[in-house]
């Protein structure tokens, strides 16, 4: 393994993620990995990396980092204004990177969380069979915690030459508009029935806001109170990924990455697995609304979006 970067200035939170630690949520241990997934993958589609290959997620906004080592790399997801020795850099491609060049970010334009893959991808001690980060245990990923000024990432060998990777681009058919306000398609349930209809129907129709008080765990959301039928309480059950829980007080949460395994709280709805890499670009104060689809049009849509991804690159 070589050294891929060093880190010269830390961020607000910057973590080594893959695509999450499976097989261990009956003992309590969440999945993590990449809040944006799709966005991993086709940083890592550009990179000749497996899709679960780690990179690192940026949070609204970047380090600096020294390239160690001649390198490719790509910037996909949320556009915190890339810089490469204080150059522009473009999205959504592969890179050339000179050793001793500095990976940089301006202000966040749209979007929350930028990822950043290399060829080879980083590497990092895996625990329990992956090497995303769970900042909550801590567990995993650099020392179980976000990225600091000092710290210095390693990378794996490349599958093909450099030289093989350059010009390759996502075509503009597989990304998506970050249009405002921004809508997440959800089936309902698995405890809709816990709710009256005029709860349904606020919850369907009204819109939220995403609170201050929200982090890669879930959401907190601002908005109507989404009030449960009386005594609607549960034993704790599993939480799907993109659940939306209404504790007592009315208050939904979207649970994320780093959610929790069970809960008792019962769940209004599931934002559906091809809309989850929008939920992941959004920040406190980002409005929201929910629209109802059929589960088989659920599995339509992440049809096409593995479609979409099978099919993502010009070259």
């Known amino acids: 393994m070589k050294l891929a970067f060093k880190v010269l200035k830390s961020s607000l939170l910057t973590s080594v993620q893959d695509l999450g630690r499976f097989g261990y949520q009956q003992f309590g241990v969440p999945v993590s990995g990449a809040m944006d ?42 556009d915190l204004q890339p810089q490469i020795d204080g150059e522009p850099a473009p999205l959504w491609q592969s890179l050339r990177v000179s ?18 893959t290399v060829a080879g991808g980083l590497r990092v001690p895996p625990v329990l069979g992956s090497m995303s980060t769970d900042l909550r245990t801590p567990l995993g990923g650099y020392e179980g915690r976000p990225l600091r000024k000092g710290d210095a990432l390693e990378m794996g060998s490349p599958a093909v030459a450099l030289s093989e990777l350059l010009g390759r681009k996502v075509r503009v058919e597989a990304l998506w ?26 919850f369907l129709t009204e819109s939220f806001t995403i609170a201050p008080q929200s982090n890669r765990q879930g959401y907190r959301l601002e908005g ?23 504790p007592s007080g009315g208050k939904p949460i979207l649970l994320l990455a780093d959610r929790q395994s069970v809960g008792g709280y019962p769940k209004i709805a599931v934002v559906i697995s091809s809309d989850l890499h929008k939920a992941a670009q959004l920040a406190t104060g980002d409005e929201i609304r929910f629209l109802p689809v059929s589960l088989e049009e659920a599995h ?3 049809r096409q979006q593995e479609e979409t991804l099978a099919h993502a690159l010009t070259s």
């Open 37 to 78: 997934s799709f966005a991993l993958r086709l940083g890592n589609l550009l990179v000749e990396n497996p899709p679960d290959a780690a990179g690192l997620e940026i949070t609204l906004a970047g380090p600096d980092l020294l390239v160690c080592t001649d390198l490719v790399l790509a910037f996909t997801g949320g």
């Open 99 to 116: 050793v001793n060049s500095v990976v940089s970010f301006g202000h966040r334009v749209r979007g929350a969380r930028a990822y950043l």
């Open 177 to 202: 508009e970050y249009a405002r306000p921004h809508e997440l398609r959800v089936v309902l349930g698995p405890q809709d029935d816990c709710f009256p209809p005029e709860s349904l129907q606020k």
């Open 224 to 246: 109507p109170e989404i009030l449960s039928h009386p005594g609607a309480e549960l034993i704790s059950d599993a939480i799907p990924l993109g659940a939306v829980q209404v």
């Open 300 to 302: 339509r849509l992440l």
